[in-house]
């Protein structure tokens, strides 16, 4: 920019090249300019700004701003001093670091200088400018503002250029760090810059470490503007007058109130639980709308407790209507999120009955606090601690712009506070403004208020102003007089901002505090011995300020800050005051740490680590939930640890037999045994499974063969067999590699001493096969024959020369010849260890003595020799295999004439214990092309020399492929058995199986054939019954609301959570599928190592928040190489409920009662409380009616002995007796809930945990128990008084099984609670009279509540039916709601092959309206012979079979499938192009527009040598490759198919095709990709 002053200049300039974008500064600002500049008396700012500005403009500098320096004034003088600089380049750059600072400087700077200013930010859809939109605003504006990341993006794309810009402005420089977006334009364009800017950085953050420093100034090219240059911060802020206020404890007892404040809580949110289980599944978001509202209904009732306790009664009850007019103010479209909100509503006007009760009638609102201010307070209207603030107020009364800034704790204090003061004539004298928190930053109205506050105070307009510590960084807290604390700070931030607030002339720093209260004064103390003060970088490090000394007043001094001691007298406290204020002159010599200003920001950034903590706290507090995850350890089974490796003189085991059965005869497999020191428990060392093979089946069993003594030389030969045969089979042999740079050795020849850990020790060992079952001799021919080659290939030195070394060998071709001819003549096939007659060959073992890799010979191939043509796709450069072997291995062979030998490989072992063979019948829809094909066997083919013979049967290495899948199940076992065994339930006639505890153990995530579920729903219905039974015997006193918290605080899921990782159980908990590759026996090399990176060493982890997270991409159940893995929270509660149902299962209330107790739940009751129940309701008065009983007893035939009992659990509270239901319904919702469970269970053995969940669902519901009461007449016994409930009672009778059109009943309205209720105490009532004889109880009530739900006759919701069988059969639909308050319209499409199918619903509510809709869709679709029960059993092809039955009969497209053949192509994307990305691009796609979901077919190659992918610059290698074809089915268009490359894995092979697929659609023109 340049001044007018100086046309000539300018013109030269001109001349030169500068800046043709930019028009002249004589057009904008002329003289004005530098007569600004030139008289900086008109600039309004005190000595340190100026200061500031005049090192600026010769340097570039980071100032360091406290609150009392206004930065904006210094931004303006530098703009308009760099306005009339000479140089070149005119343009202005301000960057801050959030889009709300980006408005509110960019406002501020328009205000001040005269110059064209814009803003620029993301929303602006700056994005997507180009170079000449970029020009033009150059072109039309001087200073742009903008975040850093536009100016990045802007930079790399060549839009702007840094030699453009004369002044870089960065607010809060304290960012350029890391990978800031400041930092990367400092990195990638300042520093290489040529021309660079001025730079002018602006920060509140306080440097703490010197390092933080000089990274700082070198990345921004600037100096720290530090004490030394500016004379210090402190020389331009006023001292701060500091003096506490105190305030006597109220003297009003609310106990009573809170009680009832807290009983009506928990009333309204047992209403809003009950609610939303009647609404449960309806819709996707209803958890978390619940959430939602139930958060609201607890923050409401914190706020007015908080007010209660800290403001009076008056406040309290301004504070229940503030929350009325919010809730009030909430609109809901949907019928049951205005139930919700009523609830709500009826909570907050239930809380201001409450309280008015405790207020008389005229003051609920006003109180004359100059002529009653002491009875207000006795009476609790008023608190103490109110009481002093209008005290301090009415002291400032008459003098001029009083203005004090009170930092309160929470916004409701002050709004309710602004409330009062209004309503009270004694304090019209103030105006009241409140500015709270992060919240008005989110629109311009609120940054406007921002803005304007100032100017409201500098007028007199306002002068009290209440703020919190979250007010948005970048407000520029206006001047005051008096910073009063009203609440005391929580945060070190908090304090220290309190602090800097009040750093201006003549103010004062006040805060409340109340006498004799330790914990305040401590905490203060803690504040101010932890405060950070803000460092000049040069200084020293300072060490922690010295600890506190106590004053003759009794007072703890700490540097400037003093702490008044709360047990002093009154008279002490006015002399602590005087002190505080004018702190004594000892102070002076105190280290520079105390006289420091803290920043702003730095207080920000703390305030923000303070929100994170907040984060973390309620993660951490979320124990139990879904959405937390844990890192836990695994618990190691004691049983297979042993000390027997060093043992010289050899060692005593107990054996435990193998035998393995083929279901196909003919199919041999050895036996194994199994040593260890230990003895297992008999029901684990006796024990058979089932093995899943391709078309086979093993079963194994396993059993006990008594104690077997292995001397030393018996014990190193068995180490030597377990090492070869499972390294050999399953990892490897020769360890090291040219590649890797290490000598290539036989792995028996090193040291494998680690191998072998104490923890995990036994033997697996083949056994002779002419043993009986119950005997186990080892078989030791094969063991020898094991140790032999092992020996052989120890000593072998040709081994070494030929393949270590890569030398030829040496044989001579006479010799070759001359064996050659003696194998003519004597029919041998020579091996690398010995010879084997031809005809003898047939599955022998044999290991490639090059490889390492061991073998089962199939047969020799005829007409075949290692001078053959070798035969592999990828080894074009190898004429015959003896090249194969010369090039490759280096090794000459010795024998080339030999017949190869055709090998069958060993295979890498596999999950056996799942059939997964029925799990691809099922799988077998083609939308995930998984039919399973008959892979065809890959055989490999070697010459003999290069095979060493073993002399052991194929059956042991058959058998050997087994081991990994029966060992796990067997160490699962033995865990149960462990934790069996802590429990120790010592019962008579009690017995429970190591399989009942490892259900109980195993979640849905670990794939086996059983999971905990069942056992979790029975446990969880037992807990709550017991719970119940415990409270309501043990408290009879208290209500309904109260044993209802109480329950829920022992059977939540966080109480569980606690109780069972104080028992160690999450060691127990099987969470992740077996890994048969990653299994090691003892000896074994691993070779799929997961090295531990968790951080800690000890297989045990320590619940630590820092070993909690939320995120939704972690691996559950994948463990490290130290057993660490994660875990979803509530599955530690869950197996907590799943071991209490399983003990019940075993041995009823009484064994899972000691299954409670083992873990903390203290519910067990003395049985003499159930005689005392009844002893007291018998003593009762009670005057019967005529047969006002007699005919009830009749409906349930059951006559009470107690009859009060009954009359009891038929009155409803409406009645006004002292005696309701509520207690007994409390009660009876648990016995019912626990009967129906354990019907449900006994009942259904082979019913899924799924469906037994939905199965329970429709049978344990107030709505259901309502319709009871309707069919046996229940209801008419029900003692009531309100008319609401008698009207509801009369609309749901005529409503009553009422079917609709569609011959589906779905209820037009739901019935009242009460009747449900009603049931539910009558169950109650019974389990007391029979003295909780839970068969009697059941006798009764099944009658009555027949038929329940079967799983044939099992009716989801139509809602959640269509939903399930869309999803199963790859169909999306899409769902239009509207209200007009009348009714609920709403409108369903499915497109169905090319017809669109529509289903329409007009209900009440939007879900019954939707209910009803699916509704006529499904019927529509089973007269197309598709339903859920059909898509069961059925594939894809069979519905696309009925779908062309149907074609003749197809309906005319409307005009949603029209609108696909339209001109209007649909756009998708753009593609993501990370794995799995593609394929979700597509499925959003298809949802969209109502496409069906694609299918797959994918064929696999396997090959002897690695394919090679390449993917970008991304190379990888696989022994597979996959090639995917996708068919896409479009509506009106027909099926689109197309292939993708070749894939290392079957998903990648996936996104290929899809891919392929949607670039070959654009080419059809039926979509465009979105670049």
């Given at each position: 920019m340049h001044s007018s002053l100086e046309p000539e200049k300018m013109e030269e300039n001109s001349q030169q090249g500068s800046n043709s974008l930019k028009r002249k500064s004589s057009e904008i600002d002329g003289d004005q300019i530098l007569a600004s500049v030139s008289s900086p008396t008109m600039v309004e700012s005190n000595g340190y700004?100026?200061?500031?500005?005049?090192?600026?403009?010769?340097?570039?500098?980071?100032?360091?701003?406290?609150?009392?320096?206004?930065?904006?004034?210094?931004?303006k003088m530098l703009i308009k001093a760099m306005g009339c600089s000479d140089t070149d380049k005119r343009l202005i750059i301000f960057l801050a670091p959030t889009v709300n600072i980006v408005k509110q400087q960019c406002c501020e700077i328009r205000a001040q200088v005269n110059l064209k200013v814009e803003e620029y930010f993301g929303a602006k859809g700056v994005d997507k400018w180009t170079s000449q939109r970029w020009d033009e605003e150059v072109s039309k504006h001087d200073i742009l503002v903008m975040t850093p990341q536009i100016l990045l993006d802007a930079l790399r794309s060549a839009f702007l250029k840094l030699e453009?810009?004369?002044?870089?402005?960065?607010?809060?420089?304290?960012?350029?760090?890391?990978?800031?977006?400041?930092?990367?334009?400092?990195?990638?364009?300042?520093?290489?810059?040529?021309?660079?800017?001025?730079?002018?950085?602006?920060?509140?953050?306080a440097v703490v470490r010197k390092g933080q420093v000089s990274e700082l100034e070198r990345l921004m090219d600037s100096k720290i503007f530090n004490s030394e240059e500016g004379k210090g911060v402190e020389k331009f802020a006023k001292a701060v007058k500091e003096g506490p206020i105190f305030y006597d404890p109220s003297p009003f007892r609310s106990l009573e109130l809170k009680e009832k404040l807290e009983t009506s809580h928990l009333k309204f949110d047992t209403s809003l639980r009950r609610l939303q289980e009647l609404e449960k599944g309806s819709f996707l978001n209803i958890d978390n709308k619940f959430e939602t509202y139930q958060k609201r209904l607890s923050i409401d009732y914190k706020e007015i407790l908080h007010c209660l306790d800290n403001l009076g009664l008056i406040c309290a009850h301004l504070a229940a209507e503030v929350c009325l007019e919010k809730i009030s103010d909430t609109k809901e479209e949907s019928e049951t999120y205005k139930e919700w909100s009523m609830v709500c509503k009826e909570f907050l006007e239930d809380i201001l009955s409450t309280i008015g009760v405790y207020l008389q009638q005229e003051d609920k609102n006003s109180v004359d606090l100059q002529q009653n201010r002491l009875s207000a307070v006795n009476s609790g209207h008023v608190s103490p601690k109110l009481k002093e603030l209008f005290h301090l107020l009415d002291s400032f009364r008459g003098e001029k712009q009083k203005q004090c800034l009170i930092l309160v704790e929470r916004i409701i204090t002050a709004e309710v506070i602004e409330r009062f003061v209004k309503k009270e004539a004694s304090l019209s004298y103030l105006n009241v403004l409140y500015l709270v928190g992060n919240n008005l930053s989110t629109n311009a109205s609120a940054q406007k208020t921002q803005i304007e506050i100032p100017n409201l105070f500098h007028e007199g307009k306002v002068n009290l102003l209440f703020i919190t510590d979250a007010v948005e960084e970048g407000f520029q807290v206006p001047n005051c007089s008096c910073m009063v604390c009203f609440d005391l700070p929580k945060t070190v931030c908090s304090y220290s901002q309190s602090q800097e607030h009040a750093k201006q002339s003549n103010s004062k720093s006040i805060m409340f505090l109340e006498r004799g209260n330790p914990k305040q004064r401590d905490h203060l103390y803690d504040l101010m011995r932890r405060e950070v003060p803000i460092r000049d970088p040069e200084a020293p490090n300072l060490k922690s300020c010295p600890p506190p000394v106590t004053n003759a007043h009794g007072v703890k001094e700490i540097g400037t800050m003093v702490i008044p001691d709360s047990n002093i007298t009154v008279s002490e406290e006015a002399a602590s005051t005087q002190t505080m204020i004018d702190p004594p002159s000892r102070n002076e010599q105190l280290p520079p740490c105390k006289k420091l200003r803290l920043d702003n920001n730095l207080l920000q950034s703390n305030a923000k680590e303070k929100v994170a903590s907040s984060k973390s706290k309620s993660s951490s507090s979320a124990a139990g939930s879904k959405k937390r995850k844990e890192l836990h350890g695994t618990t190691c089974a004691n049983a297979l640890s042993g000390t027997w490796g060093e043992n010289i003189d050899g060692a005593i085991f107990q054996a435990y037999k193998f035998d393995f059965c083929c279901n196909i005869s003919g199919e041999v497999y050895s036996s194994f045994s199994l040593l260890l020191e230990s003895t297992l428990a008999e029901d684990v060392g006796n024990v058979e499974m089932d093995l899943y093979l391709v078309r086979k089946l093993v079963k194994a069993s396993v059993s006990p063969c008594g104690q077997i003594r292995l001397s030393q030389e018996e014990l190193v030969k068995g180490k030597y067999f377990q090492q070869f045969f499972f390294n050999g089979m399953f990892g490897k042999l020769f360890v090291g590699s040219k590649s890797q740079g290490t000598k290539r050795e036989f792995l028996l020849q090193t040291d494998t001493s680690s191998l072998w850990h104490p923890s995990f020790m036994f033997l697996l060992l083949p056994v002779e096969t002419k043993d009986l079952a119950s005997?186990?001799?080892?078989?030791?021919?094969?063991?020898?024959?094991?140790?032999?080659?092992?020996?052989?290939?120890?000593?072998?030195?040709?081994?070494?020369?030929?393949?270590?070394?890569?030398?030829?060998c040496n044989t001579s071709s006479d010799q070759e010849v001359l064996l050659d001819d003696k194998m003519e003549e004597t029919n041998l096939i020579h091996f690398a260890n010995a010879s084997s007659d031809k005809n003898s060959l047939e599955e022998l073992v044999v290991i490639a003595i090059h490889t390492g890799r061991i073998y089962s010979i199939v047969e020799a191939v005829r007409d075949s020799s290692a001078l053959s043509p070798f035969e592999c796709d990828a080894s074009s450069e190898y004429a015959t295999y003896a090249e194969y072997f010369n090039k490759k291995y280096g090794i000459v062979l010795a024998h080339p004439n030999q017949p190869l030998m055709k090998l069958k490989q060993s295979h890498h072992a596999h999950n056996l214990l799942v059939d997964f063979n029925e799990e691809m019948v099922v799988k077998a829809e083609p939308k995930a092309g998984n039919v399973r094909k008959k892979k065809p066997n890959i055989h490999a083919h070697l010459p003999p020399e290069l095979l060493a013979r073993i002399d052991v049967p194929r059956a042991v290495l058959k058998s050997i492929y087994l081991l990994p899948s029966v060992m796990h199940r067997l160490e699962s076992l033995m865990l149960a058995s462990q934790l069996r065994e802590e429990i120790d339930c010592s019962i008579d006639n009690f017995s429970i199986s190591s399989t009942s505890i490892l259900e109980a153990v195993t979640t849905l995530t670990c794939p086996e054939a059983f999971s905990m579920e069942r056992l979790e729903l029975l446990g969880d219905s037992v807990l709550k019954y017991v719970a119940s039974c415990y409270l309501f015997l043990k408290y009879p006193d208290k209500d309904e609301g109260q044993l209802s918290r109480q329950r829920q605080s022992i059977i939540s899921n966080s109480n569980l959570h606690r109780l069972?990782?104080?028992?160690?159980?999450?060691?127990?908990?099987?969470?992740?599928?077996?890994?048969?590759?990653?299994?090691?026996?003892?000896?074994?090399?691993?070779?799929?190592?997961?090295?531990?990176?968790?951080?800690?060493?000890?297989?045990?982890?320590?619940?630590?928040?820092?070993?909690?997270?939320?995120?939704?991409?972690?691996?559950?159940?994948?463990?490290?190489?130290?057993?660490?893995?994660?875990?979803?929270?509530?599955?530690?509660?869950?197996?907590?409920?799943?071991?209490?149902?399983?003990?019940?299962?075993?041995?009823?209330?009484?064994?899972?009662?000691?299954m409670m107790k083992w873990l903390g739940v203290n519910v067990d009751?003395?049985?003499?409380?159930?005689?005392?129940?009844i002893s007291r309701v018998s003593l009762r008065c009670y005057i019967p009616k005529d047969d006002e009983l007699t005919e009830l007893e009749r409906k349930i035939q059951h006559e009470f002995s107690a009859k009060f009992l009954l009359k009891e659990a038929i009155t409803h509270s409406s009645v006004h007796e002292s005696y309701s239901y509520e207690r007994l319904e409390f009660l009876g919702d648990s016995v019912l809930d626990f009967l129906i469970t354990r019907h449900l269970f006994n009942t259904y053995e082979q019913t899924g945990p799924g469906e037994m969940t939905d199965l329970r669902s429709a049978c344990v519901n107030n709505e259901n128990f309502a319709q009871v009461a309707v069919?046996?007449?229940?209801?008419?016994?029900?003692?009531?008084?309100?008319?609401?409930?008698?009207?509801?009672i009369n609309e749901y009778l005529m409503s009553f099984q009422k079917p609709d059109e569609t011959g589906r009943s779905i209820p037009s309205i739901q019935g009242p609670k009460a009747l449900g209720d009603v049931v539910e105490s009558i169950a109650g009532a019974l389990l007391i009279d029979t003295r909780l004889d839970l068969d009697q109880v059941w006798r009764v009530f099944e009658p009555l509540l027949s038929p329940l739900v079967t799983p044939d006759k099992l009716q989801l919701p139509p809602y959640r039916e269509l939903n399930e069988l869309c999803d199963s059969l790859g169909y999306f639909f899409r769902e239009k709601c509207s209200n007009d308050g009348v009714k609920a319209q709403a409108t369903i499409h499915l497109q169905l092959g090319d017809v669109l199918l529509t289903g329409d619903g007009s209900e009440q509510t939007n879900k019954l309206a939707l209910g009803k809709a699916a509704s006529h869709l499904l019927t529509q679709l089973e007269k197309r012979n598709i339903s859920r029960k059909i898509s069961i059993g059925d594939n894809q092809s069979s519905m696309d079979v009925n779908l062309a039955c149907n074609h003749s009969d197809r309906e005319t497209p409307t005009s949603d499938s029209i609108e696909i053949q339209s001109i209007v192509i649909p756009v998708i994307g753009p593609i993501n192009t990370k794995k799995g990305g593609p394929r979700g691009t597509l499925h959003e796609f298809c949802k969209k527009h109502l496409w069906p979901t694609p299918t797959f077919d994918t064929s696999e190659e396997k090959s002897r040598t690695p394919f090679e992918f390449t993917d970008g610059d991304e190379k990888r290698t696989s022994f597979s490759s996959f090639t995917s074809t996708i068919t896409l089915r479009i509506p009106n268009r027909g099926a689109v198919m197309y292939a993708g490359e070749a894939r290392p894995d079957k998903k990648s092979s996936f996104d290929s095709a899809v891919v392929e697929l949607l670039y070959e659609l654009e080419r059809r023109k039926i979509v465009t990709i979105q670049k």
């Amino acid at each position: 920019m340049h001044s007018s002053l100086e046309p000539e200049k300018m013109e030269e300039n001109s001349q030169q090249g500068s800046n043709s974008l930019k028009r002249k500064s004589s057009e904008i600002d002329g003289d004005q300019i530098l007569a600004s500049v030139s008289s900086p008396t008109m600039v309004e700012s005190n000595g340190y700004e100026l200061k500031v500005y005049e090192v600026a403009k010769n340097r570039n500098i980071i100032a360091v701003l406290g609150t009392g320096i206004d930065k904006s004034v210094i931004t303006k003088m530098l703009i308009k001093a760099m306005g009339c600089s000479d140089t070149d380049k005119r343009l202005i750059i301000f960057l801050a670091p959030t889009v709300n600072i980006v408005k509110q400087q960019c406002c501020e700077i328009r205000a001040q200088v005269n110059l064209k200013v814009e803003e620029y930010f993301g929303a602006k859809g700056v994005d997507k400018w180009t170079s000449q939109r970029w020009d033009e605003e150059v072109s039309k504006h001087d200073i742009l503002v903008m975040t850093p990341q536009i100016l990045l993006d802007a930079l790399r794309s060549a839009f702007l250029k840094l030699e453009m810009v004369c002044l870089l402005i960065l607010d809060e420089c304290h960012r350029t760090t890391g990978n800031h977006p400041y930092a990367k334009l400092m990195k990638e364009f300042y520093h290489e810059s040529t021309n660079k800017p001025k730079i002018f950085g602006l920060t509140a953050s306080a440097v703490v470490r010197k390092g933080q420093v000089s990274e700082l100034e070198r990345l921004m090219d600037s100096k720290i503007f530090n004490s030394e240059e500016g004379k210090g911060v402190e020389k331009f802020a006023k001292a701060v007058k500091e003096g506490p206020i105190f305030y006597d404890p109220s003297p009003f007892r609310s106990l009573e109130l809170k009680e009832k404040l807290e009983t009506s809580h928990l009333k309204f949110d047992t209403s809003l639980r009950r609610l939303q289980e009647l609404e449960k599944g309806s819709f996707l978001n209803i958890d978390n709308k619940f959430e939602t509202y139930q958060k609201r209904l607890s923050i409401d009732y914190k706020e007015i407790l908080h007010c209660l306790d800290n403001l009076g009664l008056i406040c309290a009850h301004l504070a229940a209507e503030v929350c009325l007019e919010k809730i009030s103010d909430t609109k809901e479209e949907s019928e049951t999120y205005k139930e919700w909100s009523m609830v709500c509503k009826e909570f907050l006007e239930d809380i201001l009955s409450t309280i008015g009760v405790y207020l008389q009638q005229e003051d609920k609102n006003s109180v004359d606090l100059q002529q009653n201010r002491l009875s207000a307070v006795n009476s609790g209207h008023v608190s103490p601690k109110l009481k002093e603030l209008f005290h301090l107020l009415d002291s400032f009364r008459g003098e001029k712009q009083k203005q004090c800034l009170i930092l309160v704790e929470r916004i409701i204090t002050a709004e309710v506070i602004e409330r009062f003061v209004k309503k009270e004539a004694s304090l019209s004298y103030l105006n009241v403004l409140y500015l709270v928190g992060n919240n008005l930053s989110t629109n311009a109205s609120a940054q406007k208020t921002q803005i304007e506050i100032p100017n409201l105070f500098h007028e007199g307009k306002v002068n009290l102003l209440f703020i919190t510590d979250a007010v948005e960084e970048g407000f520029q807290v206006p001047n005051c007089s008096c910073m009063v604390c009203f609440d005391l700070p929580k945060t070190v931030c908090s304090y220290s901002q309190s602090q800097e607030h009040a750093k201006q002339s003549n103010s004062k720093s006040i805060m409340f505090l109340e006498r004799g209260n330790p914990k305040q004064r401590d905490h203060l103390y803690d504040l101010m011995r932890r405060e950070v003060p803000i460092r000049d970088p040069e200084a020293p490090n300072l060490k922690s300020c010295p600890p506190p000394v106590t004053n003759a007043h009794g007072v703890k001094e700490i540097g400037t800050m003093v702490i008044p001691d709360s047990n002093i007298t009154v008279s002490e406290e006015a002399a602590s005051t005087q002190t505080m204020i004018d702190p004594p002159s000892r102070n002076e010599q105190l280290p520079p740490c105390k006289k420091l200003r803290l920043d702003n920001n730095l207080l920000q950034s703390n305030a923000k680590e303070k929100v994170a903590s907040s984060k973390s706290k309620s993660s951490s507090s979320a124990a139990g939930s879904k959405k937390r995850k844990e890192l836990h350890g695994t618990t190691c089974a004691n049983a297979l640890s042993g000390t027997w490796g060093e043992n010289i003189d050899g060692a005593i085991f107990q054996a435990y037999k193998f035998d393995f059965c083929c279901n196909i005869s003919g199919e041999v497999y050895s036996s194994f045994s199994l040593l260890l020191e230990s003895t297992l428990a008999e029901d684990v060392g006796n024990v058979e499974m089932d093995l899943y093979l391709v078309r086979k089946l093993v079963k194994a069993s396993v059993s006990p063969c008594g104690q077997i003594r292995l001397s030393q030389e018996e014990l190193v030969k068995g180490k030597y067999f377990q090492q070869f045969f499972f390294n050999g089979m399953f990892g490897k042999l020769f360890v090291g590699s040219k590649s890797q740079g290490t000598k290539r050795e036989f792995l028996l020849q090193t040291d494998t001493s680690s191998l072998w850990h104490p923890s995990f020790m036994f033997l697996l060992l083949p056994v002779e096969t002419k043993d009986l079952a119950s005997s186990a001799t080892i078989d030791w021919s094969a063991i020898n024959s094991c140790a032999s080659i092992v020996e052989f290939l120890k000593k072998n030195s040709l081994l070494e020369l030929q393949v270590s070394d890569g030398n030829q060998c040496n044989t001579s071709s006479d010799q070759e010849v001359l064996l050659d001819d003696k194998m003519e003549e004597t029919n041998l096939i020579h091996f690398a260890n010995a010879s084997s007659d031809k005809n003898s060959l047939e599955e022998l073992v044999v290991i490639a003595i090059h490889t390492g890799r061991i073998y089962s010979i199939v047969e020799a191939v005829r007409d075949s020799s290692a001078l053959s043509p070798f035969e592999c796709d990828a080894s074009s450069e190898y004429a015959t295999y003896a090249e194969y072997f010369n090039k490759k291995y280096g090794i000459v062979l010795a024998h080339p004439n030999q017949p190869l030998m055709k090998l069958k490989q060993s295979h890498h072992a596999h999950n056996l214990l799942v059939d997964f063979n029925e799990e691809m019948v099922v799988k077998a829809e083609p939308k995930a092309g998984n039919v399973r094909k008959k892979k065809p066997n890959i055989h490999a083919h070697l010459p003999p020399e290069l095979l060493a013979r073993i002399d052991v049967p194929r059956a042991v290495l058959k058998s050997i492929y087994l081991l990994p899948s029966v060992m796990h199940r067997l160490e699962s076992l033995m865990l149960a058995s462990q934790l069996r065994e802590e429990i120790d339930c010592s019962i008579d006639n009690f017995s429970i199986s190591s399989t009942s505890i490892l259900e109980a153990v195993t979640t849905l995530t670990c794939p086996e054939a059983f999971s905990m579920e069942r056992l979790e729903l029975l446990g969880d219905s037992v807990l709550k019954y017991v719970a119940s039974c415990y409270l309501f015997l043990k408290y009879p006193d208290k209500d309904e609301g109260q044993l209802s918290r109480q329950r829920q605080s022992i059977i939540s899921n966080s109480n569980l959570h606690r109780l069972a990782t104080n028992r160690k159980l999450q060691g127990y908990i099987r969470n992740g599928a077996f890994e048969p590759r990653r299994w090691t026996a003892p000896g074994q090399f691993s070779l799929f190592p997961v090295p531990c990176k968790c951080g800690i060493d000890t297989r045990e982890v320590p619940l630590d928040p820092k070993f909690f997270t939320e995120n939704m991409t972690i691996k559950i159940g994948k463990s490290c190489d130290m057993g660490h893995r994660w875990t979803v929270s509530k599955s530690v509660s869950d197996c907590a409920e799943a071991l209490i149902g399983a003990y019940y299962v075993s041995g009823g209330l009484t064994a899972s009662l000691h299954m409670m107790k083992w873990l903390g739940v203290n519910v067990d009751f003395d049985p003499n409380l159930v005689v005392e129940a009844i002893s007291r309701v018998s003593l009762r008065c009670y005057i019967p009616k005529d047969d006002e009983l007699t005919e009830l007893e009749r409906k349930i035939q059951h006559e009470f002995s107690a009859k009060f009992l009954l009359k009891e659990a038929i009155t409803h509270s409406s009645v006004h007796e002292s005696y309701s239901y509520e207690r007994l319904e409390f009660l009876g919702d648990s016995v019912l809930d626990f009967l129906i469970t354990r019907h449900l269970f006994n009942t259904y053995e082979q019913t899924g945990p799924g469906e037994m969940t939905d199965l329970r669902s429709a049978c344990v519901n107030n709505e259901n128990f309502a319709q009871v009461a309707v069919k046996n007449n229940l209801h008419i016994h029900l003692q009531r008084c309100a008319t609401v409930l008698e009207n509801q009672i009369n609309e749901y009778l005529m409503s009553f099984q009422k079917p609709d059109e569609t011959g589906r009943s779905i209820p037009s309205i739901q019935g009242p609670k009460a009747l449900g209720d009603v049931v539910e105490s009558i169950a109650g009532a019974l389990l007391i009279d029979t003295r909780l004889d839970l068969d009697q109880v059941w006798r009764v009530f099944e009658p009555l509540l027949s038929p329940l739900v079967t799983p044939d006759k099992l009716q989801l919701p139509p809602y959640r039916e269509l939903n399930e069988l869309c999803d199963s059969l790859g169909y999306f639909f899409r769902e239009k709601c509207s209200n007009d308050g009348v009714k609920a319209q709403a409108t369903i499409h499915l497109q169905l092959g090319d017809v669109l199918l529509t289903g329409d619903g007009s209900e009440q509510t939007n879900k019954l309206a939707l209910g009803k809709a699916a509704s006529h869709l499904l019927t529509q679709l089973e007269k197309r012979n598709i339903s859920r029960k059909i898509s069961i059993g059925d594939n894809q092809s069979s519905m696309d079979v009925n779908l062309a039955c149907n074609h003749s009969d197809r309906e005319t497209p409307t005009s949603d499938s029209i609108e696909i053949q339209s001109i209007v192509i649909p756009v998708i994307g753009p593609i993501n192009t990370k794995k799995g990305g593609p394929r979700g691009t597509l499925h959003e796609f298809c949802k969209k527009h109502l496409w069906p979901t694609p299918t797959f077919d994918t064929s696999e190659e396997k090959s002897r040598t690695p394919f090679e992918f390449t993917d970008g610059d991304e190379k990888r290698t696989s022994f597979s490759s996959f090639t995917s074809t996708i068919t896409l089915r479009i509506p009106n268009r027909g099926a689109v198919m197309y292939a993708g490359e070749a894939r290392p894995d079957k998903k990648s092979s996936f996104d290929s095709a899809v891919v392929e697929l949607l670039y070959e659609l654009e080419r059809r023109k039926i979509v465009t990709i979105q670049k």
